[in-house]
């Protein structure tokens, strides 16, 4: 794990060091701002449920724009065959560079508990249902990113990387959302499988460790697929 430390240094400087970083965040904060502050002034509710109920979808577009660039990018310039040459293991390549798009993802999230603050001063704001909402955000998000993460392992251009894990993270998102289609007997897993599922479920203030482990078993799979295609990628 030594190696995870400077990749995740590497990765998180060159968003920061680029305009990706300060572009992203500033269109997820107007996005989200906009909603908060519609509700709270036109609406006159000081409640968080509309930001809970709009940065998922956010999430559809923003997280594919976080990781589109983490592989295919060094395979486009070519540096990822001197980094696969170093003592570096797939599984450090892939979790550095995941660590670093989860830290912008919470440097996204991070500004939005001004908006708790300012319900919590002016309205009656339950802690369980907002404490609950920012953790299923950020368990939501790290699944997304490590779907994204596979996504930009496939593919040397980052618009079909983006395109890839777009789909691939709109399925997940999707799947709840068409329950009324399927025969009874498939409702329960394809549920189960649905991201937003779990989300609403968390936000509601109680943590079961059911959701938990969807979204961590989730990580994992997603990570360990973008980790076997980096390593086919070196064979000859």
Do not use: C
């Not at 968003?15 to 709270?40: C, E, H, K, M, Q």
């Not at 006159?44 to 449920?49: E, I, N, P, Y």
């Not at 499988?193 to 969807?214: C, K, M, P």
């Amino acid at each position: 794990m030594h190696n995870v430390w400077p990749i995740f240094k590497r990765e998180l400087r060159a968003y920061f060091d680029s305009p990706i970083a300060y572009v992203v965040i500033t269109i997820f904060l107007l996005v989200t701002g906009w909603f908060f502050t519609t509700n709270f002034f036109v609406v006159a509710q000081a409640d968080l449920r509309v930001v809970f109920g709009i940065i998922p979808f956010t999430f559809l577009f923003f997280t594919p724009a976080i990781t589109m660039r983490l592989i295919s990018e060094e395979r486009k310039t070519g540096t990822m065959e001197l980094l696969v040459t170093m003592p570096i293991s797939d599984t450090a390549i892939i979790t550095g560079k995941y660590l670093a798009s989860l830290a912008l993802l919470g440097a996204m999230i991070l500004p939005t508990l001004v908006y708790a603050i300012t319900v919590a001063l002016l309205g009656d704001m339950d802690p369980g249902p907002m404490i609950g909402g920012y953790i299923g955000l950020l368990l939501m998000g790290a699944a997304y990113l490590a779907i994204g993460t596979f996504g930009s392992s496939l593919t040397e251009s980052q618009v079909v990387a983006f395109i890839v894990s777009f789909f691939l993270v709109f399925v997940f998102f999707l799947l709840d959302k068409v329950l009324f289609l399927l025969p009874i007997w498939l409702v329960t897993p394809v549920e189960y499988l649905a991201i937003e599922h779990h989300f609403q479920n968390i936000s509601r203030g109680v943590i079961d460790t059911r959701d938990i482990v969807y979204y961590l078993s989730l990580i994992v799979l997603a990570l360990y697929l973008a980790a076997r295609s980096l390593a086919a990628r070196r064979q000859p």
